[in-house]
T-cell receptor, first 113, second 113 residues
């Protein structure tokens, strides 16, 4: 399923630097989400978007910001990366229909050194 | 708030044996429930979903799950495990405070030859 593309797939960055992860979808989904996946924690919601320029915080939003200037793109920015933000980041999208589920991207593995 | 509990972070079965992965949810209203599978270095793929139709749901790759309201459970089963079933499995439920899916912490399934 090439509907959601995340870039980069892997990134190593230094503590204190800003980092932007990109999520691009081709399915015209209204809702988009950023999750982080950590061992023992499953997936935790960072931020989500319910339309262009409409975003809100999830349960682990501290240190992250997002932007959605077009339906197809949802950007996640780590304003000043810390080692605790080393994780695998997943983007997902949905239409919030009667049988909604998520379509996921392949993830970005981020290492902060 | 909704929550999901997956019993057992690791489950190991022999090839050809029954697969049973457990998921319990807490919900004050009937939820929608999902099982996702994650193969190494990939995103999550939808296996099956319950959306208030039949309580026994069939998914891809021979998996099925049964919604039991009285037990608040949605366990995933497969009669005969294949080596290719080795992956991590996530149960998810609707009803997050932001209208998002809430994921369990995952169960890693190993299949022994």
């Amino acid at each position: 399923d090439a509907g959601i593309t995340q870039s980069p797939r892997h990134k190593v960055t230094e503590t204190g630097t800003p980092v932007t992860l990109r999520c691009h979808q081709t399915e015209n989904h209204r809702y988009m989400y950023w999750y982080r996946q950590d061992p023992g924690h499953g997936l935790r919601l960072i931020h989500y978007s319910y339309g262009v320029k409409d975003t809100d915080k999830g349960e682990v939003s501290d240190g992250y910001s997002v932007s959605r200037s077009k339906t197809e793109d949802f950007l996640l920015t780590l304003e000043s990366a810390t080692s605790s933000q080393t994780s695998v980041y997943f983007c997902a999208a949905s239409d919030r229909g009667l049988d909604y589920g998520y379509t996921f991207g392949s993830g970005t593995r981020l290492t902060v050194v | 708030a909704q929550s999901v509990t997956q019993l057992g972070s690791h489950v190991s079965v022999s090839e050809g044996a029954l697969v049973l992965l457990r998921c319990n949810y807490s919900s004050s209203v009937p939820p929608y429930l999902f099982w996702y599978v994650q193969y190494p270095n990939q995103g999550l793929q939808l296996l099956l979903k319950y959306t208030s139709a039949a309580t026994l749901v069939k998914g891809i790759n021979g998996f099925e799950a049964e919604f039991k309201k009285s037990e608040t459970s949605f366990h995933l089963t497969k009669p005969s495990a294949h080596m290719s079933d080795a992956a991590e499995y996530f149960c998810a439920v609707t009803g997050g405070s932001q209208g998002n899916l809430i994921f369990g912490k995952g169960t890693k399934l190993s299949v022994k030859p």
